[in-house]
């Protein structure tokens, strides 16, 4: 575990930024391979990234903490239905590695169904709960509105749209959105909680929010020379909303990503 474990650590954060770049091998690797933590944490990232797409678009204009709530159901069901049963459906479909390019998309469209089908069915009455204490006290509370995290409208490529192109600063104002989105329903949280319900060693737990600490520490956001914290950079948003150019602030996130990583992965 410790030879690898710091450098696999550092690409996983900044991969579970993004809801791009879903690895069909990852996961077929991850439902083969079930007892080897590090296909565990890539399986769980993949899924992670399919949920939170079809789970955006199902509770566009719910608060907050539905959307966090469905994603923590989606990626629990997801991850269950992967793993249960390791000579089911799936690798009866795929028994060999799904290399090319056909046999990845099949994989990934057939997740995705499932996702989509267990996003629509998970549990019907989330919407009427109060947000809980671990709620009140995450990003939930942000108060922004639903709609401007609309991924229909941002317009998320998967991996059956590999074509779409997007003018440079499109791509940074989407990819600076979904990176607050993706803060604003503790995406991080959700992930580690569904590691650790997979056995994932507490090693490895560990490891990751110590990195997340450090990038956070270290290479705080910083916009005109102000150091913010997640939860500053939604009160900025909300300042910002008020005025024309308030796009420009998810360029910043985006340009933040990008140094971030470029510095802790070199």
Same mark, same amino acid.
């Given at each position: 575990?410790?030879?690898?474990?710091?450098?696999?650590?550092?690409?996983?954060?900044?991969?579970?930024?993004?809801?791009?770049?879903?690895?069909?091998?990852?996961?077929?690797?991850?439902?083969?391979?079930?007892?080897?933590?590090?296909?565990? *944490?890539?399986?769980?990232?993949?899924?992670?990234? +399919?949920?939170?797409?079809?789970?955006?678009?199902?509770?566009?204009?719910?608060?907050?903490?539905?959307?966090?709530?469905?994603?923590?159901?989606?990626?629990?069901?997801?991850?269950?239905?992967?793993?249960?049963?390791?000579?089911?459906?799936? +690798?009866?479909?795929?028994?060999?590695?799904?290399?090319?390019?056909?046999?990845?998309?099949?994989?990934?469209?057939?997740?995705?169904?499932?996702?989509?089908?267990?996003?629509?069915?998970?549990?019907?009455?989330?919407?009427?709960?109060?947000?809980?204490?671990?709620?009140?006290?995450?990003?939930?509370?942000?108060?922004?509105?639903?709609?401007?995290?609309?991924?229909?409208?941002?317009?998320?490529?998967?991996?059956?749209?590999?074509f779409i192109i997007f003018?440079?600063?499109?791509?940074?104002? +989407?990819?600076?959105?979904?990176?607050?989105?993706?803060?604003?329903?503790?995406?991080?949280? +959700?992930?580690?909680?569904?590691?650790?319900?997979?056995? *994932?060693?507490?090693?490895?737990?560990?490891?990751?929010?110590?990195?997340?600490?450090?990038?956070?520490?270290?290479?705080?956001?910083?916009?005109?020379?102000?150091?913010?914290?997640?939860?500053?950079?939604?009160g900025r948003i909300r300042?910002?909303?008020?005025?024309?150019?308030?796009?420009?602030?998810?360029?910043?996130?985006?340009?933040?990503?990008?140094?971030?990583?470029?510095?802790?992965?070199?």
């Amino acid at each position: 575990m410790d030879r690898s474990l710091a450098q696999f650590v550092k690409s996983l954060y900044f991969e579970l930024q993004t809801v791009e770049d879903v690895k069909p091998l990852e996961i077929w690797n991850g439902i083969r391979e079930k007892l080897d933590p590090f296909e565990t *944490a890539n399986l769980a990232k993949n899924l992670l990234k +399919i949920a939170v797409p079809l789970v955006n678009e199902q509770c566009t204009g719910r608060p907050f903490h539905v959307h966090a709530r469905k994603t923590r159901q989606a990626l629990t069901a997801l991850m269950t239905w992967c793993r249960g049963d390791p000579e089911g459906m799936l +690798i009866a479909e795929f028994p060999d590695p799904p290399t090319g390019d056909d046999g990845q998309k099949a994989l990934y469209r057939a997740v995705r169904d499932a996702a989509r089908g267990m996003v629509a069915s998970g549990d019907t009455r989330v919407d009427e709960r109060h947000p809980s204490e671990a709620e009140r006290r995450g990003t939930h509370r942000a108060m922004l509105p639903d709609g401007l995290f609309d991924f229909r409208e941002m317009r998320i490529v998967d991996n059956e749209l590999p074509f779409i192109i997007f003018t440079e600063k499109e791509y940074r104002v +989407i990819h600076g959105m979904a990176i607050v989105y993706l803060w604003i329903i503790d995406a991080n949280e +959700i992930y580690l909680d569904c590691l650790t319900r997979n056995g *994932a060693p507490e090693q490895m737990i560990g490891a990751y929010r110590e990195f997340a600490a450090k990038v956070q520490s270290e290479s705080p956001l910083t916009i005109k020379g102000k150091a913010m914290s997640p939860r500053a950079l939604l009160g900025r948003i909300r300042e910002k909303l008020a005025e024309p150019d308030y796009m420009d602030i998810f360029e910043d996130v985006h340009r933040w990503f990008e140094q971030a990583r470029n510095r802790f992965t070199s």
